[in-house]
C-alpha cells in the first residue's frame, strides 16, 4: 500500500480523520482475514464494487471522496486475487492500482455492447503479483447456438424471444498460484425483476454460464486445474431456482458462504463456486467454525459507520439525492455510503496452493 499518497490526495484538514479510519478498518482486517503468506495459501475474493467510476456530473449520489479509494485498496490489498465486477469507467480503478503500488497488476475486459443489454460495465481480476500469475489465457464467453438465453421482448409478459447472449459477457482467464493452477470465470449476471420472464431469463443466464464451463470442467481436472465461477449471479437465497441453477451442473460453494452479501443481508446476490478435486472444498469448509478460510467481510463496521455521519453530512447532503431526501441519516446509511464503498460484501476463501507432498508421493507411485 502506498500509504504516502494520503499527502497528496486527502487535504492536511481531513487527512487525521481519514488515517483514523483506516487505522480503525486495518485493525478489523487484522482480525477477520487470515495473513497472506508466501506459498501455503491464496486468498481469492469476489467483489462488486458498486458503479465504479459512474459517479460524476449529473449523478445523483455525487462522486466518490479520495478517501474512499483508499479504504477499497486497503480491502483489496488484504487479499492475493480478487475478481471485481461492476467497474464502469478506469480512472478510479488506476487510482486504486496506485494505491496498492507496483506488487499489484490487472486484466480487465472490455464493456458488452449495448445492443446485447450491457450497461457499460467492465469486469476484471486484480492480483498481487508476488503470489499469482497470469497464464497468458483469457476470453470472453460466446454461447454456441443450442445454448442461447431466452429474452425477454418487452411485449406480453409470458411471451420470450429466443437467441440472446449474456447482457455482460463472463469474463474467463486462467492463472496458478503455488501449485495451484484454476480457470477462473467471473461473472455480474442479469437482475431483470424478482418473478415472471425477467427472473426466468436471470435463472437462464446462471444456467448457461455454468453448463458451458461445466462442460470443460473435466478437461480441466484431467489436467490438474481446478474450475472457479465465482461473482454477482443475483442468486435469491440458497433454496431458490437461481442457486438451483448453479449448482445442478456440479458446481459446489463453500458452507461458510451460504449467508447474505448485500447491504441488508437479505440476499445471497455474490457467490464463489468450484468444480474442482475435492479437497479444495474440504480444505474451505475444515476446522471448527472459528477458521478462518472463507468469509464476508463487513466493511461497514469501520468505515462510514452510521456514527460518522456528521463528517460526511455536508457532502451527503449537497448530491441532488441528497437534497431530495427527508431524512438524510437514512440516506447516508442506505444510499449515499454504498456509492462510496459498495452495496455488496467482499465474499473470500482461503485455498490450499502447496501440494509438493501430494506430487512427490504420486511420483513415487509412477
Known amino acids: 500500500m502506498q500509504y504516502s499518497l494520503l499527502k497528496h490526495r486527502i487535504p492536511a484538514a481531513d487527512r487525521p480523520r481519514v488515517v483514523a479510519h483506516l487505522q ?3 485493525a478489523q482486517l487484522d482480525r477477520d482475514i487470515p495473513d497472506k503468506d508466501s506459498e501455503r495459501n491464496l486468498l481469492l475474493a469476489t467483489w462488486n464494487i458498486r458503479d465504479l467510476g459512474k459517479a460524476g456530473k449529473g449523478w445523483g449520489h455525487g462522486n466518490r ?22 467497474v464502469n469507467e478506469l480512472g478510479p480503478w488506476y487510482d486504486i492500482m496506485a494505491i496498492l503500488g507496483p506488487d499489484w497488476d490487472f486484466i480487465a475486459t472490455d464493456v458488452t455492447h449495448r445492443k446485447l443489454g450491457g450497461n457499460g460495465e467492465r469486469l476484471l481480476y486484480a492480483f498481487d503479483k508476488r503470489k499469482v500469475w497470469f497464464q497468458k489465457i483469457a476470453g470472453e464467453i460466446v454461447l454456441p447456438a443450442d445454448m442461447l438465453i431466452s429474452a425477454t421482448t418487452g411485449g406480453s409478459a409470458d ?19 503455488g501449485w495451484f493452477k484454476f480457470d ?3 461473472v455480474h449476471l442479469y437482475y431483470g ?15 448457461r454460464v455454468a453448463k458451458y464451463l461445466a462442460s470443460l470442467a473435466d478437461i480441466a481436472k484431467d489436467n490438474g486445474r ?17 442457486m438451483q441453477a448453479l449448482k445442478k451442473h456440479g458446481f459446489k460453494t463453500p458452507k461458510r458462504l451460504d449467508a447474505p452479501s448485500n447491504l441488508d443481508r437479505t440476499k445471497y ?19 471448527p467454525a472459528s477458521a478462518r478460510n472463507a468469509g464476508i467481510f463487513e466493511m461497514f463496521e469501520s468505515i462510514f459507520r452510521p456514527e460518522d455521519l456528521p463528517d460526511y453530512q455536508p457532502t451527503a447532503a ?16 442506505n444510499d449515499w455510503r454504498t456509492w462510496q464503498i459498495s452495496d455488496h460484501k467482499p465474499l473470500w476463501v482461503r485455498l490450499n496452493t502447496h501440494h509438493a507432498a501430494r506430487y512427490l508421493a504420486s511420483l513415487a507411485g509412477s
Open 269 to 287: 446476490y455474490d457467490q464463489i463456486a468450484f468444480i474442482a478435486d475435492p479437497t479444495v472444498i474440504d480444505y474451505i469448509d475444515s476446522g
Open 318 to 333: 449537497a448530491t441532488t439525492e441528497g437534497k431530495k431526501a427527508t431524512d438524510l441519516a437514512k440516506y447516508y446509511a
Open 159 to 177: 411471451k420470450l424471444a429466443q437467441g440472446k447472449q449474456f447482457r455482460r459477457t463472463p469474463f474467463m482467464a486462467r492463472f496458478q498460484s
Open 24 to 26: 480503525r478498518l486495518i
Open 184 to 186: 477462473i470465470c467471473t
Open 226 to 242: 481446478a474450475t472457479i465461477l465465482l461473482g454477482d449471479f443475483n442468486i435469491v437465497h440458497p433454496e431458490h431456482e437461481t
Open 65 to 86: 471522496l479520495p478517501e474512499s479509494l483508499f479504504y477499497i485498496a486497503e480491502i483489496i490489498s488484504r487479499f492475493d486475487f480478487v475478481a471485481v465486477q461492476e
Open 193 to 207: 425483476d424478482e418473478r415472471g420472464t425477467e427472473l426466468q431469463e436471470r435463472i437462464q443466464e446462471i444456467d
